[in-house]
T-cell receptor, first 114, second 115 residues
Framework: NAGVMQNPRHLVRRRGQEARLRCSPM?????VYWYRQLPEEGLKFMVY????????ESGMPKERFSAEFPKEGPSILRIQQVVRGDSAAYFC????????????FGEGSRLTVL | AQSVTQLGSHVSVSEGALVLLRCNYS??????LFWYVQYPNQGLQLLLK??????LVKGINGFEAEFKKSETSFHLTKPSAHMSDAAEYFC?????????????FGQGTILTVHP
């Protein structure tokens, strides 16, 4: 049974470019979360989505960041006009419905902004 | 609101020695508490969780943690360290009443195990 799949694993962008990170949840999981890990810090919650719905985006920066989880296909975290401070590891996690806190994480996408 | 403090960003032990990783939390509601482990270049893996049942929780790989409400602590222990335990460990808190996985993580503790 495949786990949470994230791609790309590593992404390099120049300032001003766009970054798109993709996440396919575990089979049977309908809840997707994105977390960001800055250097020397723990993970910070960004957004929680279910199919076609954003449930909680309280951790998302107000500008340049967006997330979606369409009816078909993976969840996408999109960062427009990247800046050096966006360099981080972005982790996707999934869970079945109503299991608070027990998350299954992907291996992360490491974004480097030059 | 919830917060987590992990005391000690780096812990070093000898193989076979006791492992103790400290975690203190703050929560305005009865919390759910978790320990996750992250091996290099991998995602986080759940070690164990406390969800208001038994205060002593046993997890995978011989780890356990004890919930102490009076001390607002949830320290992680293992009686005898193994080289394969070298990793980064994260304590996390969840506001248990909600039905989704919005966790607040500590800063992490890197465990080094010496031969």
């Amino acid at each position: 049974n495949a786990g949470v799949m994230q791609n790309p694993r590593h992404l390099v962008r120049r300032r001003g470019q766009e970054a798109r990170l993709r996440c396919s949840p575990m089979k049977g999981h309908s809840h997707v979360y994105w977390y960001r890990q800055l250097p020397e810090e723990g993970l910070k919650f960004m957004v929680y989505l279910q199919k076609e719905n954003i449930i909680d985006e309280s951790g998302m920066p107000k500008e340049r960041f967006s997330a979606e989880f369409p009816k078909e296909g993976p969840s996408i975290l999109r960062i427009q006009q990247v800046v050096r401070g966006d360099s981080a590891a972005y982790f996707c996690a999934s869970s079945p419905a109503d299991i608070g806190g027990e998350l299954f994480f992907g291996e992360g996408s490491r974004l480097t902004v030059l | 609101a919830q917060s987590v403090t992990q005391l000690g960003s780096h812990v070093s032990v000898s193989e076979g020695a006791l492992v103790l990783l400290r975690c203190n939390y703050s929560s305005s509601v009865p919390p759910y508490l978790f320990w996750y482990v992250q091996y290099p270049n991998q995602g986080l893996q759940l070690l164990l969780k406390y969800t208001s049942a038994a205060t002593l929780v046993k997890g995978i790989n011989g780890f356990e943690a004890e919930f102490k409400k009076s001390e607002t602590s949830f320290h992680l222990t293992k009686p005898s360290a193994h080289m394969s335990d070298a990793a980064e460990y994260f304590c996390a808190v969840h506001a248990g009443g909600t039905s989704y996985g919005k966790l607040t993580f500590g800063q992490g503790t890197i465990l080094t195990v010496h031969p």
